[in-house]
């Protein structure tokens, strides 16, 4: 089970970084003032030209994740057996393969939110799981682990269908050719680079949670994955749709300098965030053990497996709160196409993490990187707000307007 979440966590994080939320974070905000300002013709040519570049990157993205599988592995997991490390490799391999169809459905995600179109992208994200379960179900007993990366596989490509679908019929009509020169991919591409180091930073918080964990005991690096995908749920589901939802309104706002409304926005999102996640985090903490059962305690997972879960869960849970904040707080900065402050935030959670980690594993075992990661996502919440009135004109607790001494 550990090398199958390796091989899936390394494909997730190789797409993510490139396509994912650093995508969202550069794409959303040009293509949404496009689309406000019903320029739809010069919208799909930049969406086009935008997809193109991807798909060549994911391509050479893919063929050295396949190549360098085994090197990738021992990197991230140094402390799995020679068995583990040795599936881990062709689970690898396998998913990186896909992750050409992972990315370009990542790409179109946010060319759909642009232009407030939310319900594909969503119900696509549901139905990639779906097709994960019925592999599970069906062909683990003849392929085993390999099922479940083929799966992956599976459910990337539907995903990338239904929302090439949704373009096609909100106006796409894709080009094979590149416009290398144009002025505006050529400004979103230099804003990339800033923005995908500043989710790899962030994102190396996952990867230095499963080295760390694979130095520890047998199951502690699925423990953690169990109850980090239990939180993950109504994470994406409350603070993901909200983040992304408020993305769009939030680059109307910054591109006509109109602060008043980009705060009211802002505070009715994080309002909203605390009235959903608090009580969704209170639950999943006191139902913990019930909730692991009622989801995972089947097969192979065993009550031994539940009782390594249940304390992780309980600290993982207690930071949804913060860590859907974090989503919403980051979209202000993002708007107005700062990407440089939350990089140096990213830097400073990641260093704190690490220590954090250091500290509270030497007492509580695995469980201490759950703990860290809680503290780490409130200490990055304070952060943020502070940055948000400090360095923008919105002013949390003060006039709205000031500004930024940037």
């Known amino acids: 089970m550990d090398a199958l979440v390796i091989a899936l966590n390394i494909a997730d994080l190789l797409a993510g970084l490139l396509l994912g939320n650093a995508a969202a974070a550069v794409i959303i905000p040009p293509l949404a003032q496009l689309h406000e300002r019903q320029r ?10 935008l997809g193109n570049l991807s798909g060549c990157a994911l391509a050479l993205l893919s063929l050295a994740a396949m190549i360098w599988a085994d090197l990738v592995v021992r990197v991230l997991a140094p402390g799995l057996s020679h068995d583990a490390y040795a599936l881990a490799v062709r689970l690898t391999r396998v998913a990186g393969g896909s992750l050409i169809l992972v990315g370009m459905a990542a790409f179109l995600t946010p060319v759909l939110q642009a232009r407030r179109r939310y319900w594909v992208p969503a119900l696509t994200n549901a139905l990639q799981n779906l097709v994960l379960i019925l592999f599970l179900l069906i062909l683990v007993p003849v392929w085993g682990a390999l099922s479940l990366a083929w799966g992956a ?46 989710y790899s930073i962030l994102e190396m918080n996952l990867l230095i949670d499963r080295n760390f964990a694979s130095r520890l005991g047998e199951g502690s690096i699925s423990a953690l994955n169990f109850a980090d995908r239990l939180v993950q749920a109504p994470l994406a589901v409350l603070a993901g749709a909200i983040s992304l939802a408020a993305l769009p309104r939030f680059a109307i706002h910054a591109g006509a300098e109109d602060w008043n409304s980009l ?115 409130a200490l990055q919440t304070l952060g943020l707000l502070f940055a948000v009135d400090r360095f923008t004109p919105l002013k949390l607790w003060g006039k709205v307007g000031a500004r930024s001494p940037r």
């Open 40 to 49: 739809e013709s010069e919208f799909w040519r930049l969406s086009v030209n």
């Open 153 to 198: 596989v599976a459910g990337s490509a539907l995903r990338l269908y239904a929302c090439y679908w949704k373009a096609r019929r909100e106006g796409l009509r894709w080009t094979w050719s590149v416009e290398w020169k144009d002025s505006q991919t050529l400004q979103i591409a230099r804003r990339m680079f800033p923005a995908i180091l500043g």
């Open 263 to 377: 705060r009211r926005d802002l505070l009715s999102a994080l309002g909203l965030l605390l009235v959903l996640a608090v009580p969704s985090s209170l639950l999943l903490m006191v139902l913990r053990e019930p909730v692991l059962e009622l989801v995972f305690l089947r097969g192979a997972y065993d009550e031994a497996a539940l009782a390594m879960t249940a304390p992780a869960l309980f600290w993982y849970a207690s930071a949804l709160s913060f860590h859907g904040a974090n989503l919403i707080l980051v979209r202000v900065f993002h708007s107005r196409m700062d990407l440089q402050t939350p990089l140096i935030l990213g830097v400073a959670v990641v260093g704190l993490h690490i220590a954090l980690n250091v500290l509270c594993i030497d007492r509580w075992d695995y469980v201490g990187i759950a703990i860290s990661n809680a503290v780490t996502a």
